[in-house]
């Protein structure tokens, strides 16, 4: 049990502390959400792929790792994608379902609890993963909010619209070529990057003060938490032991890989106006239940 308390007071309240920062700060100024969801998106996430894809060097662990991360999406979206056929549900609400369960809160929430519990060695795959995380939450995420909200033709066309996309192939074709980017340009990316993470932590309590507690549709949402929070411990760990990988990865991507409903695809929702209470409200419920699901996995797995 002290371990157990250890693990939350140090771990778990510290992420749980700026959620709730910006969740009082939008319960007292009711700011719209719309612009910084913007500035999200389009500016900071690009930014924070940039500068992580330009200071690592290719590797086999960044490998197994994207590798990971494409087949633990294919599995979410494909049990969505029975469930939604075995209970006849339209396309709109597959697609909120997908946005809140198949993408989790690996950047704003994963990288802290990591660094916290794990240390630089553990952050430094956290942030990688987040990194692949963002790519395909730009990509995948964004075709099914758009593809919910407006259609699957739409949907594609505004995956290569998303500067996230851009800033992955550009950075792929500066180390490439074997191209520096000058000091002054680079020290620019680094100051917009380093404002990311906090930003979007504090994002995602002003998005979960917004949430109305009299709409919420429970069926939806136990389906979410079972999905998101209980399901994806065992999933990551069968997928990490098939992979090779030491055992450091396959711990952090255990817990990266178990955090709530991620942040940025409830701004996704809201963007293309997909199911937006449906996602948010799994975020909602699965981010405040993660504060017992996470110290546990963190109790089991240390």
């Not at 919420?216 to 994806?232: D, F, K, N, T």
């Not at 701004?267 to 937006?276: L, P």
């Amino acid at each position: 049990m002290e371990v157990f308390r250890m693990l939350f007071f140090q771990v778990v309240l510290p992420v749980m502390l700026i959620f709730l920062t910006g969740y009082v700060f939008q319960k007292w100024k009711k700011v719209s959400l719309l612009p910084i969801s913007s500035l999200i998106i389009y500016i900071l996430v690009p930014a924070l792929i940039f500068r992580t894809l330009y200071n690592s060097e290719l590797s086999a662990d960044h490998i197994v790792l994207v590798v990971f991360a494409v087949i633990y999406l294919l599995i979410y979206i494909g049990i969505n994608k029975i469930y939604s056929r075995f209970r006849g549900l339209d396309s709109d609400t597959e697609s909120g379902l997908i946005l809140s369960t198949a993408f989790m809160n690996a950047g704003n929430y994963g990288v802290p609890i990591v660094l916290f519990a794990f240390g630089p060695e553990g952050f430094a795959y956290a942030v990688i993963y987040m990194v692949v995380q963002s790519f395909i939450m730009t990509t995948a995420g964004v075709y099914y909010a758009a593809k919910g909200g407006t259609g699957v033709r739409t949907a594609v066309a505004t995956v290569f619209k998303m500067p996230a996309t851009y800033a992955v192939f550009i950075v792929g074709v500066v180390n490439w070529s074997g191209i520096t980017v000058p000091e002054p340009v680079f020290n620019f990316i680094d100051l917009i990057a380093d404002a990311a993470i906090p930003v979007t932590m504090i994002m995602l309590g002003m998005q979960l003060a917004e949430i109305r507690l009299d709409r919420l549709e429970w069926g939806y949402i136990s389906y979410g938490v079972i999905i998101r929070l209980i399901l994806s411990p065992f999933i990551a760990w069968g997928l990490t032991e098939i992979l090779p990988m030491s055992l450091l990865m396959q711990q952090v991507l255990i817990i990266a890989s178990s955090m709530p409903a991620a942040v940025t695809t409830a701004i996704y929702a809201m963007q293309f106006n997909t199911r937006v209470q449906l996602v948010s409200s799994i975020t909602l419920i699965t981010t405040i239940l993660s504060v017992i699901s996470v110290t546990v996995l963190l109790f089991v797995i240390l």
